[in-house]
Nanobody
Framework: VQLQASGGGLVQAGGSLRLSCAAS????????MGWFRQAPGKDREFVAA????????YYADSVKGRSTISRDNAKNTVYLQIFSLKPEDTAVYYC????????????????????WGQGTLVTVSS
């Protein structure tokens, strides 16, 4: 499986971004997808996840209410849109595949995921 994340950049606080992650190499609709992020000097943290059909989603408290994860199985792509960006959202954002189709307690754990994209940098200026 290959994952290509894109859409990062420099944004002012209060702005929004939509990240994309294009997948290839496995039937895209056969697995859930997640987004994680890693800020400088910090551990990788869960951001959001979506089930294989898009019917279930889950968000970290840090982005809940100001982000939307979605997927287009026809385009083999998952998206993460974050609104009202804050300087603390600055990080490298990674997409990853979960071998499971549905969300589960391990959805928020990075070790659950088997393939990772290269990451896309989001920088939020104050």
């Amino acid at each position: 499986v290959q994952l290509q994340a894109s859409g990062g950049g420099l944004v002012q606080a209060g702005g929004s971004l939509r990240l994309s992650c294009a997948a290839s190499g496995r039937t895209f609709s056969s697995y859930a997808m997640g987004w994680f992020r890693q800020a400088p000097g910090k551990d990788r943290e869960f951001v959001a996840a979506i089930s294989w059909s898009g019917g279930s989603t889950y968000y970290a408290d840090s982005v809940k209410g100001r982000s939307t994860i979605s997927r287009d199985n026809a385009k083999n792509t998952v998206y993460l849109q974050i609104f009202s960006l804050k300087p603390e959202d600055t990080a490298v954002y990674y997409c990853a595949t979960d071998p499971m189709k549905a969300l589960h307690p391990g959805t928020v754990v990075a070790a659950t995921y088997d393939y990772w994209g290269q990451g896309t940098l989001v920088t939020v200026s104050s």
